[in-house]
């Protein structure tokens, strides 16, 4: 299997992980409607990692040649922004919920995609972690891989959310659910800031 498709699907994981307003949506929507909306809310999500994860590939490969005599510095800079995302995902753990993103829910699959989808287009931090794991990784090819890594890691773990709301909503949406979800995906960022500074 392909290393850019890999590393692709770990950032995906990384980045769909935490329960925040998106995760507690999809498992609303699929609680209170059904799971086809539900699932189709998760699948908004995905599409929206995979618009960021594509721009900043497509980015990425545009500056590879300014990237090459700067490697070192950046992939260092790369690593802070990941472990600054990963102390901030991990400190949400420990917040509140809010209430005012499950408010207004979509109550047909198509409404609640393109609202998850423009919700989620709204979250500048997600471009900002995959613009960093793909500098850090200075411009390294399988580009289109590593989008399809991504997408699919969302998409498998907005369906979970998705599943999860029909079935176990209230705990998966609850302070534990939550908690546990943000820490791991902390992890799963932190581990991949470790990685950049590695010797490939």
């Known amino acids: 299997m392909s290393a850019a498709f890999l590393?692709?699907?770990?950032?995906?994981?990384?980045?769909?992980?935490?329960?925040g307003?998106?995760?507690?949506?999809?498992?609303?929507?699929?609680?209170?409607?059904?799971?086809?909306?539900?699932?189709?809310?998760?699948?908004?999500?995905?599409?929206?990692d995979g618009i960021f994860?594509?721009?900043?590939?497509?980015?990425?490969?545009?500056?590879?040649g300014v990237i090459v005599p700067i490697a070192v510095p950046l992939r260092w800079a790369a690593a802070v922004v990941l472990l600054i995302i990963a102390a901030m995902t991990a400190r949400a753990a420990f917040r509140k919920p809010g209430t005012a993103a499950v408010d207004r829910r979509p109550t047909t699959p198509w409404r609640a995609y393109a609202g998850v989808l423009g919700l989620t287009l709204?979250?500048?931090?997600?471009?900002?972690?995959?613009?960093?794991?793909?500098l850090g990784r200075g411009g390294e090819g399988g580009g289109v891989l590593f989008?399809?890594?991504?997408?699919?890691?969302?998409?498998?773990?907005?369906?979970?959310?998705?599943?999860?709301?029909?079935?176990?909503?209230?705990?998966?949406?609850?302070?534990?659910g939550r908690a546990l979800t943000a820490l791991v995906s902390s992890l799963v960022i932190a581990a991949l800031a470790v990685r950049?500074?590695?010797?490939?």
């Open 147 to 176: 989008v399809a890594g991504v997408v699919l890691a969302s998409a498998s773990w907005q369906l979970v959310i998705a599943g999860g709301g029909s079935l176990i909503g209230r705990w998966l949406t609850g302070p534990r």
């Open 21 to 48: 307003a998106i995760g507690v949506l999809i498992a609303g929507l699929s609680a209170r409607t059904s799971l086809r909306v539900g699932a189709a809310a998760g699948l908004g999500a995905a599409t929206a």
């Open 122 to 134: 709204l979250n500048p931090a997600t471009v900002i972690y995959f613009a960093a794991l793909v």
């Open 7 to 19: 590393a692709g699907v770990v950032a995906g994981y990384g980045v769909a992980l935490p329960m």
């Open 53 to 64: 994860a594509a721009l900043a590939v497509a980015g990425g490969a545009a500056i590879a």
């Open 196 to 200: 950049l500074l590695l010797p490939a």
